[in-house]
């Protein structure tokens, strides 16, 4: 059944689009999805950044002609033209093959109308989560591909997993995979919670520091599989640290999980109470006294778990890149998937996006963990936009102002904030000493420094 512009979009998965500053115009609105008015262009490219790189994994912009899909903050160029429903699929469709991260497509035809379906692109009929399918339009990172009816067995090391997974809803997958293969997965910290902390195929979360994968099993000669992994999520010298060619690692697309479960088996199979690798032992050894410090001023692990447990089941954690996001990635203990918000590449004003897109979605409550104040920029109009709305959200400032906090007091302060109605701002301060430790175990952080992002797109965290 072919469906409209706005209903596609929903099937992708989107929540909302975002509609520019001036609304579009009289009868050009998007029926099947619910419109979000921004106050100014940097909101609305904020709030779509951070749903794209942290919740769906496709964002849209809608100004009543031009309709910008984006899966991360890049310049989408000038528009291309689409005079029908097939040719609009057909322009998606190119831009997530070429991981193109945005495209803009002037609507030449009724939006409303459903497509005809006829000609290449089938109209906008079933475009959407089936068959697990990432709507992603993020550039990718690949090696050789994995091709069904290769014959006989193929030994692997380890899975590389990255928010593909999470995108595609495949996350029950890839748990099935690792189950049938014995193969332990390290996922990307932009996909925590593909797996319970406690698991036994959870390697832990990688592709924060130079030496991740190295620790977690990676080497010159081992075969590393990869899944859902976006160019973003991994730094060149991750796998110059370990000692591996990125284009040697071996692809499987999400949907060939359970094809490709049946061709690989792991060299040396997880067992349940193994050894784990090195990566969770050395890192275990720095993080885990830290849990135990709870007086003020707080480490960034303590203020990472008294969220977890303040939160509890109940909402989630957003960050941008940054100090407090590495260390929310690399300590927030994930017992459900999106429990834990962490971007591959973003900027300022992020994560308090994320944290209104949760209130907008009413998914719960919300807390966006920042590095610094929100008191300019597209911080704090996102913070004005979302009192403006009636939104409730906490923002956490893990900075060196506010009164020092014990972890009892960081918890008592952050329950109370939580079922306060409206905005609540936080400032805690973090003492980040025991990085020196961290990197000691790991090497130096690489996060959102791949080189790989356009300029503006990331900032280091150290």
Same mark, same amino acid.
């Given at each position: 059944m072919n469906v409209s512009v706005g209903e596609w979009l929903g099937r992708w998965g989107l929540p909302y689009v975002v509609t520019t500053p001036g609304g579009p115009a009289a009868g050009r609105a998007l029926p099947g999805i619910r419109p979000v008015p921004a106050p100014d262009? !940097?909101?609305?490219?904020?709030?779509?950044?951070?749903?794209?790189?942290?919740?769906?994994?496709?964002?849209?912009? &809608?100004?009543?002609?031009?309709?910008?899909?984006?899966?991360?903050?890049?310049?989408?160029?000038?528009?291309?033209? /689409?005079?029908?429903? %097939?040719?609009?699929? $057909?322009?998606?469709?190119? !831009?997530?093959?070429?991981? @193109?991260?945005?495209? /803009?497509?002037?609507?030449?035809?009724?939006?409303?109308?459903?497509?005809?379906?006829?000609?290449?692109?089938?109209?906008?009929?079933?475009?959407?989560? /089936?068959?697990?399918? %990432?709507?992603?339009?993020?550039?990718?990172?690949?090696?050789?591909? &994995?091709?069904?009816? %290769?014959?006989?067995?193929?030994?692997? $090391?380890?899975?590389?997993?990255?928010?593909?997974?999470?995108?595609? $809803?495949?996350?029950?997958? +890839?748990?099935?995979? !690792? !189950?049938?293969?014995? +193969?332990?997965?390290?996922?990307?910290?932009?996909?925590?919670?593909?797996?319970h902390w406690a698991s036994p195929y959870h390697l832990g979360t990688g592709c924060l520091q130079e030496r991740d994968l190295a620790l977690a099993g990676a080497h010159p000669d081992a075969l590393v599989v990869t899944v859902g992994l976006d160019a973003d999520e991994c730094a060149p010298a991750l796998f110059s640290a370990a000692g591996l060619d990125p284009a040697r690692t071996l692809t499987v697309e999400v949907t060939d999980l359970p094809a490709a479960a049946e061709s690989l088996r792991a060299r040396v199979p997880v067992v349940e109470g193994g050894e784990r690798p090195a990566l969770y032992r050395e890192l275990f050894a720095v993080v885990q006294p830290l849990y135990a410090r709870t007086g003020a001023p707080l480490n960034p692990a303590c203020a990472a778990a008294d969220l977890a447990a303040v939160l509890g089941e109940a909402g989630d954690v957003w960050t941008e890149p940054g100090p407090a996001a590495h260390w929310i990635a690399r300590t927030f203990s994930t017992v459900r998937l999106g429990s834990v918000r962490v971007p591959a590449a973003g900027r300022a004003g992020t994560a308090i996006a994320g944290a209104l897109s949760a209130g907008l979605r009413g998914a719960g409550a919300a807390v966006a963990v920042v590095d610094r104040p929100p008191t300019s920029g597209v911080a704090?109009?996102?913070? @004005? &936009? /979302?009192?403006?709305?009636?939104?409730?959200?906490?923002?956490?400032? &893990?900075?060196e102002r506010g009164a020092p906090l014990s972890s009892a007091e960081h918890r008592e302060r952050l329950a109370g904030a939580l079922v306060t109605l409206g905005v609540s701002v936080l400032e805690l301060p973090v003492d980040y000493a025991a990085l020196g430790s961290l990197t000691a175990a790991a090497g130096p952080v690489i996060a959102w420094k791949s080189g790989r992002s356009p300029e503006g797109t990331g900032h280091g965290s150290e």
């Open positions: 262009l !940097a909101c609305a490219l904020a709030l779509a950044e951070a749903e794209a790189t942290m919740g769906a994994g496709l964002a849209a912009l &809608w100004d009543g002609e031009v309709l910008t899909l984006l899966s991360r903050r890049v310049d989408a160029g000038e528009p291309v033209t /689409a005079r029908s429903a %097939d040719e609009l699929a $057909d322009v998606a469709r190119s !831009a997530r093959e070429s991981g @193109a991260g945005a495209v /803009a497509v002037r609507l030449g035809f009724d939006p409303a109308a459903a497509g005809p379906g006829s000609g290449p692109g089938a109209g906008l009929a079933s475009p959407g989560r /089936a068959g697990h399918e %990432d709507p992603s339009l993020a550039p990718r990172l690949t090696g050789r591909p &994995w091709l069904p009816g %290769d014959g006989g067995i193929t030994e692997a $090391d380890l899975v590389l997993a990255g928010r593909g997974v999470v995108r595609a $809803d495949a996350t029950a997958a +890839l748990q099935r995979f !690792a !189950a049938t293969t014995g +193969l332990g997965v390290l996922n990307t910290f932009a996909a925590k919670g593909v797996f704090a109009d996102c913070l @004005a &936009w /979302a009192e403006k709305l009636g939104v409730s959200l906490v923002v956490e400032v &893990w900075g």
